[in-house]
């Protein structure tokens, strides 16, 4: 993907995986015929009606030729190497059909055959039957039940669609494939074109994240739209998506948001569909943007495309009628934008350039009678006042008005401009030159201003998605460091002996004070004089509460005695919960500190959602927490950043900040502990539910006043537990290490927290070290700049790993940890292997730490399951080499003497 950092564009430079289907030289069509309108005889004629630089073969036993081409009996019998295999015979014949291309070394193929699991089990055993064998052979597969592939580019149309799209510079990707022929037919109108176009069918192999990988790279590719019905692999998904995001837009929209739909989208892909809510929570955390309708995917692709990003929500509205803007208002702020505060500078300036009755506030109405040179005036000065965050200009063709003209005049405006304009010509006809005039400039334009305004919501929350990639999160608070994971799991496994999948209110506490959770102080007693005395050693008033490992809603069952102030209160709590439950629900009760719960009662939790893994909930809590509905979602872990967005979500969150005399909340505080709780949540994958209700938030005071934690059944196997969609921070690689000069480091995954670390440790680089590294002299404000620190700190685990080496800094007396050196490991995007990077600063060079990361990576590779580790080294840099032989690698020289690069390899067992 494009970048300006020289070591990652040495990956993106190679041939990938899906190039054999996205580029090929030579195409089989198994299947082909000459039977009018059949599938098999449109795929052949689309191919070789649109040359693409290669040669059709067609494959059918019962025939000699097709359409005038000689045919082949099989693909065994094609006599030059054959690419990408199209296939579009019956289901049953398929899974044999695949064997022989993997046979003859076929790499790719399309199935555009239906049939498999959409119909059943039967179905779904013919799919395992083809994936077993592509991957015997390491075939690539689209499909099946698609409708193909086309790259209006090169040519290729390896489709049974009607027509080829026009060239463009969006990527349209889709489940439906009846989808993709309505779209490609609404294109022809609307003169939209396309760098891909992708149907993806049942994503037996190549899935979402394949896909986004490889248009990521795709240099003819500028924005990504997708149509799905299911995430399918969604560790894949949100891994590239996050990648991809930074530096193209993906726009999806989503089938299912109604259980009828998610029950007809399951139907037609055979998966199951999943929680939308949650869905929606993955696209925030990956920067996906979403829509609602397939107008919006083709808006937004262009609008991005052509208009900077706005920094928020605060919409300035130009307009020559009041209807209009009262109307563009309206959507604006029911889609949670906002229109923009003038600033009195503003005001003064509109003053002196509008007439006495403009609006005298956003709106801006300049009048119906306004010129081409007023609406010019107005905008510039619109734009300029630093409370906006973007533009929408409307007309309204009125007896005076010049359509044509005003839009000569705000061509200018189209480019250049570091906030987000759009228009919105009212009208037929007469204003149909302006805005082939403003579309042409590269400014937007829409049919009404409601519209445009939705756009610009979706802009924002685009931008606001995309600073969660970027924002360096705080440093964790102290306590984040001692956590006891050791007792946490000896408290999950000794519950997971027990009968029942349910933890007991006291044991889900301890689970909590392990992660530094403050809990109220909680005491158990199986009879009444040990509920006394622990009542007495607390101090009244307390509270007595049914202590049960099978009752989980102690409420329900009236298991739950409030502010108790003498031992005989106590006495008589006991027995009115022993007598108001089933012997067998029974084993006592806890008695607990009566807290003064003057605060705020909140809600955080998990529960497991059947594509997605554990999910996280924040919101408002206790006993009416259904009522109320208030609630945000997110995917763990959370970093700090993470941790303040869910809350944003929510209603109280504002209240959280201080309302109506009370104090506002430590919202660092807070935060810090969802993040703690997201580790608790991804660190024991035997939770199936956790639930914090209610969490007490008063001031600087967090206190979890209950808890309730459900395990998965024992039965189940650690390896089939769902696990989470992005992958938690690996602990078990930080480790201490001892340099050849006696030096202690610490070696651990880099997090998001590293940044400002990050821009110390470049700038104790040599021009030297520098380029080595990156076979380039790499300016400090390129390394050290925020979009690309940010993007190599904030890593997902999974395509990529990276080591840091710290030792305590020699240049402060609180011996902030100092960054030394950085080890790489990124896997190539449909390969099993991954290439490593590295760089030590100078000082401490020649002391091992290179050697030792590198081993390190090399074990992780095979904790990974990698085939191999390469690596590309400028011939000059014999250190690095030396290193890689040390660790086993070895160093392939170029048989082009003029090639500056060497090539170190590793084949794993």
């Known amino acids: 993907?494009?970048?300006?950092?020289?070591?990652?564009?040495?990956?993106?430079?190679?041939?990938?995986?899906?190039?054999?289907?996205?580029?090929?030289?030579?195409?089989?069509?198994?299947?082909?015929?000459?039977?009018?309108?059949?599938?098999?005889?449109?795929?052949?004629?689309?191919?070789?009606?649109?040359?693409?630089?290669?040669?059709?073969?067609?494959?059918?036993?019962?025939?000699?030729?097709?359409?005038?081409?000689?045919?082949?009996?099989?693909?065994?019998?094609?006599?030059?190497?054959?690419?990408?295999?199209?296939?579009?015979?019956?289901?049953?014949?398929?899974?044999?059909?695949?064997?022989?291309?993997?046979?003859?070394?076929?790499?790719?193929?399309?199935?555009?055959?239906?049939?498999f699991r959409e119909v059943g089990d039967e179905g779904a055993?013919?799919?395992?039957?083809?994936?077993?064998?592509?991957?015997?052979?390491?075939?690539?597969?689209?499909?099946?039940?698609?409708?193909?592939?086309?790259?209006?580019?090169t040519g290729l149309n390896a489709t049974f669609a009607g027509a080829m799209a026009n060239e463009g510079n969006v990527a349209f990707v889709s489940q439906s494939g009846a989808l993709l022929t309505s779209i490609l037919d609404w294109s022809f109108s609307e003169n939209v074109g396309f760098s891909a176009f992708v149907s993806i069918g049942s994503m037996l192999d190549v899935d979402w994240g394949d896909i986004i990988y490889y248009l990521g790279d795709d240099p003819a590719t500028e924005s990504i739209v997708l149509y799905m019905e299911s995430i399918g692999n969604a560790r894949s998904f949100i891994s590239a998506a996050r990648d991809v995001a930074q530096s193209k837009p993906i726009i999806v929209i989503k089938a299912g948001r109604t259980g009828a739909a998610a029950e007809a989208a399951a139907?037609?892909?055979?998966?199951?569909a999943g929680s939308d809510?949650?869905?929606?929570?993955?696209?925030?955390?990956?920067?996906?943007?979403?829509?609602?309708?397939?107008?919006?995917?083709?808006?937004?692709?262009?609008?991005?495309?052509?208009?900077?990003?706005?920094?928020?929500?605060?919409?300035?509205?130009?307009?020559?009628?009041?209807?209009?803007?009262?109307?563009?208002?309206?959507?604006?702020?029911?889609?949670?934008?906002?229109?923009?505060?003038?600033?009195?500078?503003?005001?003064k300036a509109l003053d002196k350039r509008l007439p006495a009755a403009?609006?005298?506030?956003?709106?801006?109405?300049?009048?119906?009678?306004?010129?081409?040179?007023?609406?010019?005036?107005?905008?510039?000065?619109?734009?300029?006042?630093?409370?906006?965050?973007?533009?929408?200009?409307?007309?309204?063709?009125?007896?005076?008005?010049?359509?044509?003209?005003?839009?000569?005049?705000?061509?200018?405006?189209?480019?250049?401009?570091?906030?987000?304009?759009?228009?919105?010509?009212?009208?037929?006809?007469?204003?149909?030159?302006?805005?082939?005039?403003?579309?042409?400039?590269?400014?937007?334009?829409?049919?009404?201003?409601?519209?445009?305004?939705?756009?610009?919501?979706?802009?924002?929350?685009?931008?606001?998605?995309?600073?969660?990639?970027?924002?360096?999160?705080?440093?964790?608070t102290d306590d984040a460091e001692g956590l006891d994971r050791d007792a946490a799991t000896a408290l999950v496994e000794e519950a997971d002996t027990q009968p029942g999948t349910i933890m007991?209110?006291?044991?889900?506490?301890?689970?909590?004070?392990?992660?530094?959770?403050?809990?109220?102080?909680?005491?158990?007693?199986?009879?009444?004089?040990?509920?006394?005395?622990?009542?007495?050693?607390?101090?009244?008033?307390?509270?007595?509460?049914?202590?049960?490992?099978?009752?989980?809603?102690?409420?329900?069952?009236?298991?739950?005695?409030?502010?108790?102030?003498?031992?005989?209160?106590?006495?008589?709590?006991?027995?009115?919960?022993?007598?108001?439950?089933?012997?067998?629900?029974?084993?006592?009760?806890?008695?607990?500190?009566?807290?003064?719960?003057?605060?705020?009662?909140?809600?955080?939790?998990?529960?497991?959602?059947?594509?997605?893994?554990?999910?996280?909930l924040f919101g408002t809590g206790g006993s009416l927490v259904e009522v109320f509905e208030d609630r945000a979602l997110g995917l763990p872990p959370l970093n700090t950043t993470l941790a303040c967005r869910m809350m944003e979500q929510t209603r109280i969150y504002e209240a959280l900040q201080g309302v109506r005399g009370r104090d506002a909340v430590d919202m660092d505080a807070l935060a810090s502990l969802m993040v703690r709780f997201s580790q608790l949540v991804v660190e024991h994958p035997r939770i199936k539910e956790i639930d914090i209700n209610p969490l007490l938030a008063d001031g600087d005071r967090l206190v979890a006043l209950d808890a309730r934690v459900v395990l998965h059944p024992s039965d189940i196997p650690d390896d089939e537990l769902p696990r989470p969609a992005i992958r938690p921070y690996p602990h078990q690689y930080e480790d201490t290490w001892t340099t050849e000069e006696g030096r202690e480091v610490r070696i651990r995954p880099i997090r998001p927290e590293d940044e400002p670390n990050l821009v110390d440790f470049h700038k104790a680089l040599s021009e030297r070290s520098v380029y080595l590294r990156y076979a380039s002299l790499m300016k400090l404000d390129q390394r050290v700049a925020h979009e690309r620190l940010s993007?190599?700190?904030?890593i997902d685990?999974?395509?990529?790993?990276?080591?840091?080496?710290?030792?305590?800094?020699?240049?402060?007396?609180?011996?902030?940890?100092?960054?030394?050196?950085?080890?790489?490991?990124?896997?190539?995007?449909?390969?099993?292997?991954?290439?490593?990077?590295?760089?030590?600063?100078?000082?401490?060079?020649?002391?091992?730490?290179?050697?030792?990361?590198?081993?390190r990576l090399v074990q992780i590779g095979e904790d990974e399951g990698l085939d191999r580790i390469t690596a590309d080294i400028l011939k000059q840099n014999r250190a690095m080499q030396r290193v890689c032989e040390k660790i086993g690698f070895e160093i392939i020289y170029p048989k082009d003497h003029a090639d500056e690069m060497v090539k170190a390899v590793l084949e794993l067992a």
């Open 358 to 476: 403009w609006s005298g506030s956003n709106p801006i109405d300049i009048l119906g009678d306004a010129s081409p040179q007023r609406y010019a005036d107005a905008l510039e000065i619109a734009a300029d006042d630093e409370n906006s965050d973007g533009l929408l200009v409307v007309l309204t063709p009125q007896a005076m008005t010049e359509p044509t003209k005003t839009a000569e005049l705000l061509r200018p405006y189209a480019r250049g401009n570091d906030k987000p304009i759009l228009a919105s010509w009212m009208g037929g006809d007469a204003v149909r030159r302006g805005v082939n005039i403003l579309n042409q400039a590269g400014l937007p334009t829409f049919a009404y201003p409601d519209t445009a305004t939705r756009v610009f919501n979706s802009m924002w929350r685009y931008s606001y998605n995309l600073r969660a990639l970027y924002e360096t999160p705080r440093l964790p």
């Open 504 to 616: 007991t209110e006291y044991a889900s506490k301890k689970l909590l004070d392990a992660y530094n959770i403050p809990t109220v102080e909680t005491h158990v007693a199986t009879d009444a004089d040990a509920a006394v005395e622990a009542a007495e050693a607390i101090g009244y008033p307390v509270v007595v509460k049914l202590h049960s490992e099978t009752i989980t809603h102690k409420t329900d069952v009236g298991g739950v005695k409030l502010n108790l102030h003498s031992a005989d209160a106590v006495r008589s709590a006991f027995a009115d919960i022993e007598g108001a439950v089933p012997e067998d629900g029974f084993d006592g009760v806890t008695v607990q500190d009566m807290v003064d719960t003057d605060g705020y009662e909140l809600i955080i939790g998990s529960s497991v959602d059947a594509q997605l893994g554990p999910v996280l």
């Open 277 to 347: 809510a949650v869905l929606d929570a993955a696209f925030r955390r990956t920067g996906v943007l979403r829509v609602d309708d397939i107008n919006d995917l083709f808006y937004m692709a262009e609008v991005l495309a052509k208009q900077p990003r706005p920094d928020g929500p605060n919409l300035s509205i130009v307009t020559n009628a009041g209807g209009p803007g009262v109307l563009a208002t309206d959507a604006l702020i029911k889609g949670g934008g906002e229109l923009t505060p003038l600033s009195d500078d503003t005001t």
């Open 125 to 153: 055993a013919l799919e395992q039957d083809i994936a077993r064998h592509a991957a015997d052979y390491n075939m690539r597969i689209v499909g099946p039940n698609c409708l193909g592939i086309m790259r209006p580019k």
């Open 791 to 794: 993007r190599l700190c904030f």
């Open 1 to 115: 993907m494009p970048t300006s950092d020289p070591s990652y564009n040495l990956l993106s430079a190679r041939s990938q995986p899906l190039d054999s289907i996205f580029s090929p030289t030579n195409v089989a069509v198994i299947g082909a015929s000459e039977q009018a309108g059949s599938v098999g005889r449109t795929l052949l004629w689309n191919l070789i009606s649109n040359p693409f630089g290669g040669t059709v073969f067609p494959v059918n036993p019962k025939r000699d030729s097709v359409l005038g081409i000689r045919a082949y009996d099989s693909i065994a019998d094609v006599p030059e190497q054959v690419d990408l295999a199209v296939i579009a015979t019956p289901a049953r014949t398929v899974p044999g059909i695949i064997k022989e291309c993997g046979e003859a070394g076929v790499p790719g193929a399309i199935v555009i055959s239906a049939g």
């Open 797 to 855: 685990y999974d395509r990529e790993m990276a080591l840091v080496a710290e030792r305590p800094s020699d240049m402060d007396d609180e011996e902030v940890p100092e960054i030394v050196g950085i080890g790489r490991l990124t896997q190539r995007p449909g390969h099993n292997e991954a290439e490593f990077g590295m760089l030590v600063i100078d000082t401490v060079q020649r002391e091992g730490i290179g050697t030792e990361l590198l081993r």
């Open 267 to 272: 139907s037609h892909t055979g998966t199951l």
